[in-house]
């Protein structure tokens, strides 16, 4: 089994910063891609930022400049800092990734999901 584990959400005032952390865990052989999305009420889930193997970096235009995506490989976990937080950023953070497991199958997973919550 694989599973990722999301904590660092939160309620900040707009400004404010949070860092999300996603750990994996279980039977890994490797991670590729890892990445943020985020879901508002009514809307769909939407990608944030990617980060590959490598460490080549891609955001979605509306937090650029503000979030930063990184990784740490040897603990499997990947981070969000978000920084100059605004209202419109509150929404579920969902990490993901694309493991590679003991099988040798390569599968997409996805954390539980982390509330960020951001007044005005």
């Known amino acids: 089994q694989v599973q990722l584990v999301e904590s660092g959400g939160g309620l900040v005032q707009a400004g404010g910063s949070l860092r999300l952390s996603c750990a994996a865990s279980?039977?890994?052989?490797?991670?590729?891609?890892m990445g943020w999305y985020h879901q508002a009420p009514g809307k769909q889930r939407e990608l944030v930022a990617t980060i590959t193997s490598g460490g080549k970096t891609s955001y979605v235009d509306s937090v650029k400049g503000r979030f930063t995506i990184s990784r740490d490989n040897a603990k499997n976990t990947v981070y969000l800092q978000m920084n100059s937080l605004k209202p419109e950023d509150t929404a579920v953070y969902y990490c993901?990734?694309?493991?590679?497991?003991?099988?040798?199958?390569?599968?997409?997973?996805w954390g539980q999901g982390t509330q960020v919550t951001v007044s005005s």
């Open positions: 993901n990734a694309k493991i590679m497991a003991a099988s040798k199958w390569t599968d997409e997973y």
């Open positions: 279980g039977r890994i052989l490797s991670i590729n891609d």
